[in-house]
Nanobody, 121 residues
Framework: QVQLVESGGGLVRPGGSLRLSCAAS????????MGWYRQAPGKERELVAR???????NYADSVEGRFTISRDNAKSTLYLQMNSLKPEDTAVYYC???????????????WGKGTLVTVSS
């Protein structure tokens, strides 16, 4: 059974930094695309950043230049370095990964349960 577990959320002051991690575990053949999404209270879930297995990344305009997505393929772990945080970055952050399990040729999307990031003074 595949699991994605996020960590690193918490309370931070505006202008501060946090680093989120997402560890994938279970029976995994390979992981292709991975990404971070977030959902603020009363809003829909939105893309924050995605990264391919080769390391190509794209970002939402709202976080470009402040957030950096990265991954360690050997550890099946995804990261999100968040700098210059703003109150509007407050949300539950979810990890997403396209994972191929043994016996299958195609992957499907898996989601973590989320980690709360609160930016407030």
């Amino acid at each position: 059974q595949v699991q994605l577990v996020e960590s690193g959320g918490g309370l931070v002051r505006p202008g501060g930094s946090l680093r989120l991690s997402c560890a994938a575990s279970g029976s995994i053949s390979s992981i292709t695309g991975m990404g971070w999404y977030r959902q603020a209270p009363g809003k829909e879930r939105e893309l924050v950043a995605r990264i391919t297995s080769g390391g190509s990344a794209n970002y939402a305009d709202s976080v470009e230049g402040r957030f950096t997505i990265s991954r360690d393929n050997a550890k099946s772990t995804l990261y999100l370095q968040m700098n210059s945080l703003k109150p509007e970055d407050t949300a539950v952050y979810y990890c997403n990964a396209d994972i191929i399990v043994p016996g299958f040729y195609y992957g499907r999307a898996y989601w973590g349960k989320g980690t709360l990031v609160t930016v407030s003074s």
